[in-house]
């Protein structure tokens, strides 16, 4: 790769992990104004390279009717602009405008279309023959509720099956919620522009946007950071990151002693599976040293299946969960202790005796319902080394009601809890979301890690023992001073998601079992 190559490759990977909001977004625009990039230049810039993609999605093989749907404002600009290139490359345009009052430049490009003979309509209806659908009636910033005869004729076209490739976010939803306002654009495809936007990470606005591509169209690194700084609080974990993050390469004089030891607390007679799983996650990490605590008797399972594991047998209560960890066990000797799946709400008096190890720890499943019981913010404040929760939507209402009142906005949810409990919170969904309370450099601050990615395929029993004993595993091996402990626990989840992503186009969204998707955990490092 050559120096102009790599430089692009750079600058791309940056442009990839940031995540703007909607008022964000217009400062660094209004920059690019500010420093003499016509508005008009810029609106043709993006809309060429909106419908030189549209044209690779959507090759021109024979006639094609293509419906565009065009919003008063600058969205609109940018879908006229669209409109006129695909009439040139051969494709019959319809135009669905219903706003009587456009944008200057918008107005403008809608004058040359109908110069151009573009049929323009204020009704759907004609629309509906047409084989695909652009929807440039709202882009960011969007506020209020979309009702009256615009949200009818969108209800109609959410009904005929097109497909719909929407310009920078579908009619319809909030920019950094992704809530609906009223009634949104299904959209087939999404393509987003400049930046990602927040909506694209938040869990409610995913069924709207259908697949997301980034459309870049060269913003300078100087007017974004002089909005973010150069360590933006948001950013997607991407693959180059993650990589990066990962304990490798390995010191050729390295030895298990010195590549970290965790210890698992998992599993009862009920869930003897979440013990495996969970140390099936953990082998994966590389970890040197892996020791698992199980009642006493499923220590002849556990050593079956996870040879390579010192498994230690626990004090049983009748239930067949773990009442105590063994006197001998020092908890002291382990770089990370991970606690929680299949243990059962009997295991209470082990999560207690935990929640004073003076090393990382981190809890899932039962350990969390156990802390929730114990109050978890005066609980975890009082703890002195880091602590990872977790939490599906579920178990965080239990453990944070005084957070989950922002949801369904996840990523704020997630970033008070940390807050306010001084836990570095995995906030488990479509789009995981990695809270960090701590202010470090690596991480830019208050940094919150978004996984861009991931699969239905995850939504099985055990998956998650899976991502625990993955967690666990990194954070006990050395890590580089670089990368601060959200960032390794945010490269967890993403290799876990992107394992399931894997697994689920070898196989099938239906066979991505918990005991597959560990065995692909290593196939994603060859990708």
């Not at 659908?133 to 009702?147: K, N």
């Not at 965080?396 to 990523?411: M, Q, V, Y």
């Not at 940094?447 to 699969?455: G, K, M, R, V, Y």
């Not at 989840?493 to 099938?508: D, T, V």
Request: aromatic content about 6%; charged content about 20%.
């Amino acid at each position: 790769m050559n120096e102009k190559s790599n430089k692009v490759e750079k600058y791309r990977e940056k442009i990839d992990q940031i995540v703007v909001t909607a008022q964000q977004m217009r400062e660094i625009e209004e920059r690019i104004f500010k420093a003499g990039m016509p508005v008009a230049a810029l609106m043709e810039k993006v809309a060429l390279r909106i419908a030189a993609r549209i044209q690779s999605l959507y090759p021109l093989f024979s006639r094609m009717k293509v419906g565009v749907l065009v919003g008063p404002g600058h969205n609109g600009g940018d879908a006229l602009v669209v409109a006129r290139e695909l009439y040139f490359q051969g494709y019959e345009v319809l135009i669905y405008c219903p706003f009587s009052k456009l944008k200057e430049l918008t107005s403008c490009h809608s004058e040359y279309a109908a110069s151009l003979g573009i049929p323009v309509y204020d009704e759907i209806e004609y629309l509906q023959e047409c084989d695909l659908i652009i929807d440039g009636l709202f882009g960011f910033g969007l506020e209020r509720e979309i009702s009256g005869n615009i949200g009818n004729a969108i209800a109609i076209l959410n009904q005929w099956g097109q497909p719909i490739v929407s310009i920078d976010l579908p009619s319809g939803i909030h920019t950094d919620t992704g809530a609906v306002l009223g009634m949104a654009i299904r959209a087939s495809k999404t393509l987003c522009l400049g930046l990602w936007k927040l909506a694209f990470l938040q869990d409610r606005g995913l069924e709207y946007i259908g697949d997301a591509e980034l459309i870049d169209f060269d913003i300078p690194l100087t007017d974004i950071w002089a909005i973010l700084g150069e360590t933006p609080e948001l950013r997607r974990m991407t693959k180059t990151t993650a990589f990066d993050s990962l304990p490798l390469p390995r010191n050729v004089l390295t030895h298990k002693y010195k590549q970290g030891h965790l210890l698992l607390i998992c599993g009862s007679k009920r869930y003897a599976g979440a013990a495996i799983l969970s140390g099936l996650g953990a082998r994966a990490s590389g970890v040197g040293m892996l020791s698992i605590a199980v009642p006493e008797s499923l220590k002849p399972l556990l050593v079956n299946h996870l040879p390579d594991a010192l498994v230690i047998g626990c004090g049983e209560t009748a239930s067949g969960a773990t009442a105590n960890l063994p006197d001998t066990l020092d908890l002291s000797n382990y770089s990370a202790i991970a606690c929680g799946p299949g243990l059962t709400l009997d295991a209470k008096l082990v999560v207690q005796s935990v929640l004073g190890a003076e090393c990382p720890l981190i809890l899932d499943a039962d350990g969390l319902n156990i802390l929730a019981e114990l109050r978890t913010i005066p609980t975890l404040l009082r703890r002195r080394e880091a602590t990872i929760l977790t939490p599906h939507l579920g178990e965080f209402k239990r453990l944070f009601p005084d957070s989950a009142e922002l949801l369904p906005d996840r990523i704020s949810a997630a970033r008070k809890a940390s807050q306010l409990s001084r836990a570095i919170i995995l906030l488990k969904g479509a789009k995981t979301a990695i809270a960090s309370p701590n202010p470090s450099i690596a991480d830019g601050g208050d940094s919150l890690w978004l996984i861009p990615e991931s699969t239905p395929a995850l939504a099985r029993g055990g998956s998650g023992d899976i991502l625990t004993g993955l967690i666990g595993g990194l954070i006990a091996q050395p890590i580089n001073p670089q990368h601060s402990l959200g960032k390794i626990v945010a490269t967890a989840a993403w290799w876990h998601a992107q394992a399931g992503i894997l697994a689920a186009k070898e196989r099938s969204e239906l066979g991505v079992d918990a005991l597959t998707l560990a065995q692909y955990l290593i196939k994603v490092i060859h990708l």
